[in-house]
């Protein structure tokens, strides 16, 4: 997962702050943050922006979560952008 890339497994989600998020959307945008080879691309490369948006909408679904259940006061991830945008290039 990219969060375990980024954050430490025993990160506590309250912890994790709105300057965190932004660090990590950045991040996602290094070489250091893919995992593997997808779709030709090498692994020095860095990920898609779609991919990229991708992953920070489903964890600012995660986070959403654990503000629903109470396990954290606000999600860090709020004004972090997950729309995905055209890509002509993929058609």
Known sequence: L???????PDRLLSSITPA??????RWLTTPASRTGRYDGAEKGEPLA???RRKR???IRQFFAD??????IDANPFAKI???LV???ERQ
């Open 2 to 8: 990219s969060l375990f890339g980024f954050f430490k």
């Open 20 to 25: 965190d998020a932004k660090d990590f959307e």
């Open 49 to 51: 922006l779609n991919t």
């Open 56 to 58: 920070c909408r489903v």
């Open 66 to 71: 654990a503000v629903e259940r109470g396990y």
């Open 81 to 83: 952008k997950g729309t």
């Open 86 to 88: 055209k890509n002509p």
